[in-house]
């Protein structure tokens, strides 16, 4: 992650309650640490855990800075919209394909491919590394490196009218109600979208903290989804403070503007992968500067875990089901 550039940058306009003014003041000062919290002495499984994300994180840092690759505005914003192409594999992983083979249109399962497509890897063909769930590494194959029946014209194509399903919101709810994260719905004028706040700060490891996402409810379905989106990245990013349960470290950033394009990101990401255009795509677009302040890293796995929290992207939409 560079530096701030001395130019500065401008957060994305996003909507704010009513009487909040224009100074960049917190929605609920109250309920935030002014530190992180610290619990109790860590155990060995912890640690080891800890340790291993470090790891994790210092080699793709590592791998970012060797390649260049996003050393530049346009580069990230190419990200993204790799990351969106390739909606059937984890945001994480989306960004180590692209660092392995840049220009990927493709990319699956030998077991997908062939039940899919009936189509295999070719001999010899170089296999691509993406992260595994409870295991290492799996392998994966780009279109270009299979070979079997034609691919129909529209294969890798999902609709992308915005529909958003009022039966998905009541499942949605009732799914996040058990995770502890409860929505409350509000009755607010167009230009209120939303927000976050934890409400309990008990600090142990076994039991989840709860939260508070609001949410505009004389929104349309497409917008109240980016909305959650953008407030569970809030969450998930650390911004509303630590939650051990959910491996979530206190990470909130002084500069409220940078706070709100990191979650702008993730439910720009989110919303995208799913056939949502939000209106955040036009905020990443101007605001550039604020590029050179994100941590890949943590963007992606967050976006990550906001689409698992979700359902996302719907079962419609996905390629492999």
């Not at 800075?65 to 984890?90: G, N, W």
């Not at 994966?140 to 070979?147: F, P, R």
């Not at 349309?220 to 990013?237: G, K, R």
Request: aromatic fraction near 10%; include cysteine.
């Amino acid at each position: 992650m560079t530096k701030r550039t001395p130019q500065g940058w401008i957060a994305p306009k996003r909507p704010r309650p009513k009487g909040s003014g224009d100074s960049q003041e917190d929605f609920f000062p109250g309920t935030l640490p002014t530190k992180p919290y610290v619990g109790s002495e860590k155990d060995l499984f912890q640690a080891a855990d800890e340790a291993e994300e470090e790891r994790d994180r210092a080699l793709v840092d590592q791998l970012i800075a060797d390649t260049q690759l996003y050393d530049s505005a346009k580069a990230i914003k190419d990200l993204l919209e790799f990351t969106v192409r390739l909606r059937h594999i984890a945001p994480f992983n989306a960004m180590l394909l692209n660092i392995q083979k840049p220009g990927l249109s493709f990319a699956a399962r030998p077991k997908d491919w062939w039940e899919r497509f009936r189509r295999r890897p070719k001999p010899y063909a170089r296999p691509l590394v993406v992260l595994r769930n409870f295991g290492p590494v799996e392998f994966v194959y780009d279109v270009l490196d299979t070979e079997g029946e034609p691919l129909p014209e529209a294969a890798f194509s999902f609709p992308t009218d915005g529909e958003v399903s009022k039966d998905w919101l009541a499942a949605v709810e009732h799914k996040l109600n058990r995770a502890e994260i409860k929505i409350l719905w509000l009755d607010r004028g167009d230009y209120t979208a939303g927000h976050a706040r934890r409400l309990t700060n008990h600090g142990e490891k076994e039991r989840l903290e709860r939260f508070e996402v609001g949410v505009n409810r004389n929104h349309p379905p497409a917008a109240q989804l980016v909305t959650l989106a953008h407030e569970l990245a809030h969450i998930f990013l650390g911004h509303c403070g630590s939650d051990q349960k959910r491996g979530v470290k206190f990470n909130r950033p002084e500069d409220l503007a940078l706070r709100e394009v990191e979650a702008e990101t993730v439910a720009y990401l989110v919303a995208k992968r799913t056939g949502v255009s939000p209106r955040s795509e036009s905020y990443l677009d101007r605001y550039k500067g604020a590029f050179n302040q994100l941590d890949l890293h943590r963007i992606l796995k967050v976006a990550s875990a906001v689409e698992k929290q979700l359902d996302l992207p719907f079962q419609e939409n996905r390629i492999f089901r």
